[in-house]
């Protein structure tokens, strides 16, 4: 992934002058920071960045400077990463499952906040972890709908054992609190509804009043033709909601979104190697590189067909069917993506709100997913 020193004034003039045969992801600082800036004024409560979903340091750099000051971090790696651009941010170390080796290293990283599902880790963290200024917060998990991807699968304690795990962590000298993940692109506002009256819940069976709730991440970015999701509904939900549930025992609130806060700061630039007896696109990249999430949570209808002129192909969409490059037949597409009748091949399929889990899971594979990334001042066409 290299980088380059222009910036550019927007994507089209990206396309125009360099033509780039390999994908090219640009990215807009200014709608990054403004992004930030209105879950840092709309939101009541701390907002923390979910490094997994893009830790290109540019991003960091800028959250930094618009004026977030937490992270949620997963790894050593990233702990390490956050320590050197922001010495004094806040890390949130919201794995719940850690090696013994990585618990040590957040030790000495000075890491204060930790989430945890089951008592096996909860244990470790006893052991490993002086309690002394020190959160635990649980994670727990509802069978809830509304996100594009279930993160409950993975990681969640149930209501019951979340009340279990909560007291225990309270009665060895933690400040406990509680935490969930409602599920990425998660465009249902009455997700969060139902997982904070549940916290107020377990929190009553475990007889501990907690300090936090973390909200999780989930916050949709703009991914369909159509009005951008209303960040602001969604905060002041999860803020009436809050009062309602715990009344007198509200605890302050903490969010942690990855994509609700990068999604939309960047487009990604790929190009149509080929138009297979007109009907196949083949584009230079797939689901192996930075179209990775496609299949996992559907397709972006935020897409544009684009000259290397630069002119944008306005005739009437029609469905077709998108592969990737490699070799690998599930390198494709889901379903059928409607691209213009005048579409050709050699011009550039340009797909918007892009900036989360694309070049933080983009590989090598057969030789491609040589993935730049580039600024521009905007991302508008
Ligand atoms: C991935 C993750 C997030 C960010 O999720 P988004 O859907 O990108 O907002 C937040 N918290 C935890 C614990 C995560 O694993």
């Not at 890491?111 to 972890?129: G, H, N, Q, R």
């Not at 696109?281 to 949570?297: M, Q, S």
């Amino acid at each position: 992934m290299g980088l380059s020193k222009t910036i550019w004034a927007n994507p089209v003039e990206v396309i125009r002058t360099k033509q780039p045969d390999h994908p090219v992801l640009v990215f807009a600082p200014t709608v990054l920071q403004a992004t930030a800036r209105r879950f840092l004024r709309g939101f009541p409560g701390l907002v923390t960045y979910a490094v997994k979903s893009n830790p290109d340091e540019m991003v960091i750099e800028n959250l930094v400077a618009a004026g977030l000051r937490g992270f949620d971090v997963a790894s050593p790696a990233e702990i390490e990463m956050i320590r050197r651009i922001a010495p004094n941010a806040a890390l949130h170390y919201h794995n719940p499952v850690r090696g013994r080796d990585e618990i040590a290293f957040a030790v000495a990283k000075g890491v204060k906040t930790w989430s945890v599902d089951s008592i096996s880790e909860l244990d470790k963290l006893i052991e490993m972890v002086p309690a002394a200024g020190c959160e635990i917060s649980v994670r727990f998990k509802l069978p809830v709908a509304g996100a594009a991807y279930n993160f409950g699968a993975k990681f969640g304690a149930t209501a019951e054992l979340a009340a279990v795990l909560l007291s225990r962590a309270a009665a060895a000298g933690f400040i406990p609190s509680l935490t969930f993940h409602p599920g990425t692109q998660c465009t249902d506002p009455m997700a969060w509804d139902a997982y904070i009256r549940t916290a107020a819940e377990i929190a009553r069976n475990a007889g501990v009043e907690i300090a936090r709730l973390n909200v999780g991440g989930g916050f949709p970015n703009h991914r369909s033709v159509g009005p951008a999701p209303a960040l602001e509904e969604i905060f002041a939900l999860i803020d009436r909601v809050t009062g309602e549930a715990f009344g007198a025992a509200r605890p302050a609130l903490v969010c942690e979104p990855g994509r609700g806060l990068v999604g939309d700061a960047f487009v990604h630039v790929t190009r149509i190697k080929a138009l297979r007896d007109g009907e196949h696109v083949f584009l230079n990249d797939g689901v192996y590189g930075g179209l990775a999430e496609l299949p996992l949570i559907g397709n972006i209808d935020r897409i544009a067909a684009i000259s290397p002129e630069g002119v944008i192909r306005s005739q009437e969409a029609r469905p077709r069917i998108v592969f990737g490059p490699t070799c690998d037949s599930v390198d494709r597409l889901p379903g059928e993506l409607g691209l213009p009748t005048d579409m050709e091949e050699g011009d550039f399929v340009v797909f918007k709100g892009m900036g989360a889990y694309s070049s933080a899971t983009n590989t090598r594979f057969n030789g491609f997913g040589q993935l730049e990334v580039v600024t521009a001042l905007s991302l508008d066409f």
